[in-house]
């Protein structure tokens, strides 16, 4: 409900939402920017969109920094959010990408993480996250919950403006 919230709120006042996510979780950053766009009336928007830009990205500037970079050239700002999807949230040694940009981010950041949430959690304003229910699938746990959780939240009937087609 709080996510949900923001999510209005950013709306209203004509933010834009920036989706991070890498490997499965950047399936679906990709895969969420379509739902809030088409369906929420939100300016949604993430680098995994444009491959040319952010391979150019990591080839010149590095990976760590890649996603930060592109927050940047976006000129992202306090009116925008951005919204981290990530088994682990972002470390000092995993997910780097995230870590720098959740770190560098002074607005509002939201995420949609596993049981540790990382960097996310502790950086983040609103952070779900997603249980443990069994070690040995917190991966795919996390990512399918990922897709169910975000459907939940564009089909919310405080931010959806756009019917399914089913």
């Known amino acids: 409900e709080q996510m949900v919230k ?3 709120s950013l709306r209203e006042r004509k ?16 895969h969420a920017v379509n739902d809030f766009r088409k369906l929420c009336g939100i300016q949604a928007f993430t680098p995994l969109d444009n491959v040319a830009e952010l391979t150019a990205r990591i080839n010149d500037e590095g990976g760590d920094t890649c996603f930060k970079d ?13 919204l981290v999807l ?8 995993v997910s780097t990408p995230l870590t720098f940009s959740v770190r560098w981010f002074y607005g509002k950041t939201l995420g949609i993480v596993g049981p540790n949430g990382g960097m996310t959690k502790k ?18 746990h996390t990512e399918g ?12 009937p405080d ?5 399914t087609k089913w």
């Open 6 to 8: 923001e999510l209005v």
């Open 15 to 30: 933010g834009r939402l920036f989706i991070l996510g890498l490997g499965g979780s950047g399936a679906n950053a990709s």
């Open 123 to 140: 950086y983040g304003h609103t952070v779900i996250n997603v249980p443990l229910v069994n070690p040995e699938r917190i991966t795919p």
């Open 70 to 82: 592109w927050l940047e050239g976006s000129q992202a700002d306090a009116n925008d959010v951005v």
């Open 145 to 156: 919950w990922q897709s169910v959780i975000l459907h939940c939240i564009v089909s919310h």
């Open 86 to 93: 990530s088994v682990g949230g972002g470390t000092d040694r």
């Open 159 to 163: 931010l959806q403006i756009r019917k």
